[in-house]
């Protein structure tokens, strides 16, 4: 199987950033040029886009498990996508209903908590999540009012 073949059966399977495919093909190949035709190939081909993996990854994360912009920055940057791309694709998130819908996930199993240490746990859970303290206070506020 060449390196066309691996790269396109990866891309089958979900949406990659250009790093990922460049890094999964290191596993097959040690030769740079080699590589660098393959993922040529890919870009012409529209296989690789940097901004629609973003995209991608923002919406399906959203849905699957709510994250916070600035969470959803470093995992992109952990996948090979720049800063700018990044910011520009997270700042279109609306952190206060992703928020919201985070905690509705938890609020069944903290029920029995009181006020005080349901608003701590929460507090704790959405910054875990990478959500700015403005939108978890928000969020908090909003619940217990």
Same mark, same amino acid.
């Given at each position: ?15 990659? #950033?250009?790093? %990922? ?10 030769? @740079? @040029? ?24 923002? %919406? ?28 520009? %694709? ?6 206060? #209903?992703?928020?919201?819908? @985070?905690? %509705? ?8 908590? #009181? ?6 746990? @929460? ?8 959500? #700015? ?13």
């Amino acid at each position: 199987m060449n390196l066309l073949d691996s790269a396109l059966k990866i891309l089958s399977l979900r949406p990659h #950033s250009k790093q %990922e495919v460049i890094n999964f093909l290191r596993r097959k190949t040690s030769d @740079a @040029a080699l590589i660098n035709q393959t993922i040529a190939k890919l870009e012409k081909a529209k296989l690789i886009n940097d901004e629609e993996f973003a995209k991608w990854y923002i %919406e399906s994360r959203s849905r699957t498990r709510p994250r916070g912009a600035r969470l959803l920055s470093h995992e992109l940057k952990q996948k090979g996508i720049d800063t700018a791309t990044s910011n520009l %694709e997270s700042s279109s998130l609306d952190e206060v #209903s992703l928020a919201t819908k @985070a905690l %509705e996930k938890k609020q069944k199993m903290w029920s029995k908590l #009181s006020a005080n240490d349901f608003k701590l746990k @929460a507090t704790s859970y959405l910054q875990y999540r990478g959500f #700015s303290w403005d939108t978890i206070a928000k969020v908090v506020k909003k619940r217990y009012n």
